[in-house]
Nanobody, 120 residues
Framework: QVQLVESGGGLVQAGGSLRLSCAAS????????MGWYRQAPGKQRELVAT???????KFADSVKGRFTISRDNAKNTVYLQMNSLKPEDTAVYYC??????????????WGQGTQVTVSS
């Protein structure tokens, strides 16, 4: 069984910053990538940023230059530093874990989500 513990969401004014963290634990043989997705009301879930095991990163165009993603491999934890936040960043942010588990099968696991609200 795998657990993802997310933290760091909240309410912030436009232009402010927040840092999200997501710690993975459980029966994880190898992590391929960790990342963050978000879903605003009435919209589909979209990629925000991911970081692969080798350190390669991907960002949505809308957050490039404002958000950074990093990972502590020893702690199986991924961080999303969000700066210069805008009201359109308001959404539920979900942590995603792409990993190999028991039987060396590949799995995709989601956290429960953390709310980020940016006021104008």
């Amino acid at each position: 069984q795998v657990q993802l513990v997310e933290s760091g969401g909240g309410l912030v004014q436009a232009g402010g910053s927040l840092r999200l963290s997501c710690a993975a634990s459980g029966r994880i043989f190898k992590i391929n990538a960790m990342g963050w997705y978000r879903q605003a009301p009435g919209k589909q879930r979209e990629l925000v940023a991911t970081i692969a095991n080798g350190g390669d990163t991907k960002f949505a165009d809308s957050v490039k230059g404002r958000f950074t993603i990093s990972r502590d491999n020893a702690k199986n934890t991924v961080y999303l530093q969000m700066n210069s936040l805008k009201p359109e960043d308001t959404a539920v942010y979900y942590c995603n874990l792409d990993y190999y588990g028991s039987g060396f099968k590949r799995y995709d696991y989601w956290g429960q989500g953390t709310q980020v609200t940016v006021s104008s």
